[in-house]
């Protein structure tokens, strides 16, 4: 049977060629669906399988007209045992020849619906079966099936399927899993001897055989799928109407031919020509890509560090993406910088500058301006002179002193904490005028 289909489906081919050419639709698609499998019979003992999401189909149909075709097809499922069952696995291969029935055109759907129609396939053809437990054995048998499947049109090449097919397998040898089905009655005879008594003894058991029919091992397939259709006119045969005979349809038709036209023209204003995502019509940069949020433009990019403004923390300042887009401080910028916060002086038990230390102040500032979102710590220190009472809370007012000049010197304050630290690490020698001067200080340490 298998040897003799792809034979008969090219002689089929060959001699409907020429008549789906000059037909005024087309005849020709290909089917494909996946879904599930459910064998209801036909079982060995402590085997079972429920539904298994492994069958897969695949057709070539021909429509002699817009109600009756031909189709060939093969069929995949593979069964594998539930919780209940033991551990089995069988392959399932089917080839077939069927008849097509459109029944949405046998019924005239088309007077309320041209998207939604219904096919009913039947025919016959070869199985074959795989036994993963036992490899040894091979089985085959002939088919018989009956299908329904309901249709959604998409498109005049495309539908998308529904599909519930009964198949019977006749004269299968094994059981779905494997298993030999036995087909004779159990019979035993002997002698016996009870007490000392002998006596001939016959034992015949029912035919187990009888819970297995010979005829009857269905299985049922239900799966999902997509039809695409072939040719080169507007329309395949599960949809067309006789424009002659169907003025309402025709107008409908014409509708529907506006209505393309309208989502060609629609498609047409939204092609992407810089394929960025933006359509053309609200394209402000059409050549050239860009995000939607920008009108399909580039962002702009002031300081041309690569990070765009509107994720540039300093863009006016060029300065490395890993940094926002802002200059990266290094250890000479913090020693410049602590060279001149060491250098501002403090008037004794005060938190005041001394006029010479404006000069430095400004330093500072500028160089914080250099490096826009970095965050510093201003600490303040005091010498030994005095307790902690009074030296903490006066180290604390000269970081803070510092911190408000810096501030109003246009430093973002959310840049900016200060801290005293009293007489805590001291730099110099607290028994001399100088060391004392030196540890009157503040320091500044970069946070990030």
């Known amino acids: ?10 002689l089929f081919i060959a001699n409907n060629s020429v008549t789906a050419q000059t037909s005024e639709f087309n005849k020709w698609s290909v089917e494909l669906n996946g879904g599930a499998n459910k064998a209801l019979h ?29 189709k060939a097809s093969f ?21 077939n020849l069927e008849g097509v029935i459109n029944v949405g055109r046998v019924l005239s759907f088309e007077e309320w619906t041209n998207t939604i129609g219904i096919l009913l396939h039947a025919g016959a053809g070869y199985t074959t079966f795989n036994f993963g437990n036992f490899p040894d054995r091979n089985d085959d048998a002939v088919n018989i099936m009956v299908g329904l499947t309901p249709q959604i049109r998409l498109s005049n090449r495309i539908a998308l399927t ?35 008594e002998k006596g001939s003894v016959n034992i015949s058991v029912p035919d187990p055989s009888k819970k297995f029919l010979k005829h009857l091992n269905p299985i049922l397939n239900t799966s999902v799928g997509v039809t695409f259709y072939l040719g080169n006119k507007p329309t395949h045969a599960d949809w067309y109407v006789n424009k002659k005979d169907n003025t309402e349809i025709v107008e409908m038709q014409n509708e529907l031919e506006e209505i393309q036209n309208k989502y060609n023209a629609l498609e047409e204003k939204l092609r992407d020509s810089d394929n960025d995502g933006t359509p053309d019509y609200l394209d402000n940069c059409i050549s050239v890509p860009g995000p939607i949020e920008n009108r399909g433009c580039p962002w702009p990019d002031r300081d041309n560090d690569g990070t765009p403004d509107h994720l ?15 200059p990266q401080m290094e250890k000479k910028d913090i020693d410049v910088l602590n060279g001149y916060a060491k250098t501002i002086l403090f008037n004794t038990n005060q938190s005041t500058f001394q006029t010479q230390s404006y000069i430095v102040l400004d330093g500072i500032v500028k160089k914080m301006k250099e490096f826009p979102n970095s965050k510093f710590n201003i600490n303040g220190y005091t010498d030994s002179t005095g307790n902690s009472s009074i030296n903490l809370p006066l180290s604390d007012a000269r970081a803070n002193a510092v911190r408000d000049y810096l501030i109003k010197n246009g430093i973002k304050s959310d840049r900016l904490t200060a801290k005293g630290f009293g007489s805590a690490d001291p730099i110099d020698s607290n028994k001399t005028v100088a060391g004392r001067a030196n540890n009157r200080r503040t320091e500044i340490v970069l946070i990030k």
């Open 312 to 326: 540039d923390e300093c863009p006016d300042v060029a300065g490395p993406k890993s940094n926002h887009g802002c």
């Open 1 to 10: 049977m298998k040897k003799l289909l792809l034979p008969l489906l090219t």
């Open 42 to 70: 036909n079982w060995g003992e402590g085997y079972s399988a429920p539904y298994n999401f492994l069958h897969a189909d695949a057709g070539v149909r021909f429509m002699i007209n817009s109600k009756f075709g031909l």
């Open 162 to 196: 529904l599909d519930v097919t009964a198949i019977n397998n006749f004269k299968q040898k094994y059981t779905w899993d494997g298993s030999v089905r036995p087909n004779d009655d159990l019979k035993a005879s002997g002698t016996v001897e009870v007490d000392g």
């Open 75 to 95: 069929g995949y499922d593979n069964l594998k045992n539930g919780d209940s069952s033991k551990s089995f696995k069988t392959d399932i291969y089917r080839y």
